[in-house]
């Protein structure tokens, strides 16, 4: 389901970050788990040098098109489109909006279920089977 701008706490702030804001990012989870976070923020809008290591290493394993759900800033869709095609989607409004601010090309406000992405791993996996 889309996300309701008036509703829309994470893309809020993105904006605020990608606006130079100082934003702490609060999760709470379904099994009471809480945590405060500014380094989440900085993350998002990171360029490739400053991730970590090992999404460094995990990006090396994308090729040819990529669908990049759940794309957020867009850190990594900005990464994948200098490489060939990329299309970015998101549920969060801001989130796409940031997307489109920082050169984005193709970045979509779009919701995503478990099973659009379950179907859509087993046409990638028995395509190349
Ligand atoms: C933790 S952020 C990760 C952002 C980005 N992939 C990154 O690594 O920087 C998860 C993103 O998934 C999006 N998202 C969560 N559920 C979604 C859904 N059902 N459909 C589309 N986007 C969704 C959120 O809005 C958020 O931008």
Redesign the pocket.
């Known amino acids: 389901?889309?996300?309701e701008p008036r509703d829309?706490a994470?893309?809020q702030l993105?904006v605020a970050a990608l606006e130079g804001e100082d934003v702490v990012e609060i999760v709470e989870r379904q099994d009471g788990f809480i945590s405060a976070s500014a380094m989440?923020p900085k993350?998002?809008l990171?360029p490739f040098r400053r991730w970590p290591s090992h999404?460094r290493r995990a990006i090396r394993y994308a090729k040819g098109r990529v669908l990049?759900?759940?794309?957020?800033?867009?850190?990594?869709s900005l990464h994948l489109q200098e490489r060939g095609h990329d299309v970015a989607?998101?549920?969060?409004p801001g989130?796409i909006d940031v997307c489109r601010r920082r050169g984005a090309r193709d970045a979509r406000v779009?919701?995503?279920?478990?099973a659009d992405v379950m179907a859509l791993a087993r046409s990638v996996v028995g395509g190349h089977s």
């Open positions: 389901m889309v996300v829309d994470y893309g993105l989440g993350l998002y990171a999404h990049d759900a759940g794309a957020g800033a867009g850190r990594v989607i998101d549920n969060s989130a779009l919701a995503f279920d478990a």
